[in-house]
């Protein structure tokens, strides 16, 4: 049996990880304010712009996992052709089942962490959508990680204000 020596020096962690740590971190919180929303209290708006919990998070799946990761940073032609428009993210038909939708999500986000594992913080992003956006304002790998994770917050937010209107349910986050 080999014995590893123990050190106090501090071993640097990998930036990349670091920031995937704190995105999967949101994504719980997104998941986590939702959990035990029975179908029809997850498809009701409570805002007066009409968006839904269910709705938020597939606009998170499509918009924002799929779009950042597999299609501005990996550069997936497929996932570019298949990218939806306008508002067509946040629209749930009412025939796709609740789970289908959270399932969809940690799928999407599985794929997301594969592009990230394997690309470097500093690479530059493989296509950027001058129609939407014009010049790019995020360069590399690491600017559109610490985009997601901004936007994923913010909208972990809304869920949790969504939510507390629904049924009164608080998410506590200690840090």
Do not use: K
């Amino acid at each position: 049996m080999t014995v590893t020596q123990v050190t106090n020096e501090a071993v640097p962690e990998n930036e990349m990880r670091v920031l995937l740590r704190a995105l999967d971190g949101q994504r719980r919180h997104v998941l986590g304010i939702l959990d035990g929303l029975d179908t029809e209290a997850v498809r009701r708006p409570v805002l007066p712009s009409g968006w839904h919990c269910l709705g938020l998070v597939q606009h998170l799946t499509l918009d924002v996992e799929r779009f950042w990761f597999r299609a501005v940073v990996a550069g997936d032609e497929e996932t570019i052709r298949g990218l939806t428009t306008a508002d067509e993210a946040w629209n749930v038909p009412p025939d796709v089942p609740t789970s289908d939708v959270f399932d969809r999500y940690r799928q999407e986000a599985e794929l997301s962490d594969a592009v990230m594992t394997t690309t470097s913080a500093d690479a530059p992003l493989a296509w950027w959508p001058r129609d939407l956006f014009g010049e790019p304002h995020l360069h590399t790998t690491r600017d559109v990680l610490l985009h997601v994770i901004t936007e994923t917050a913010c909208h972990a937010g809304h869920l949790d204000a969504a939510r507390e209107l629904i049924d009164g349910r608080r998410w506590l986050v200690l840090t």
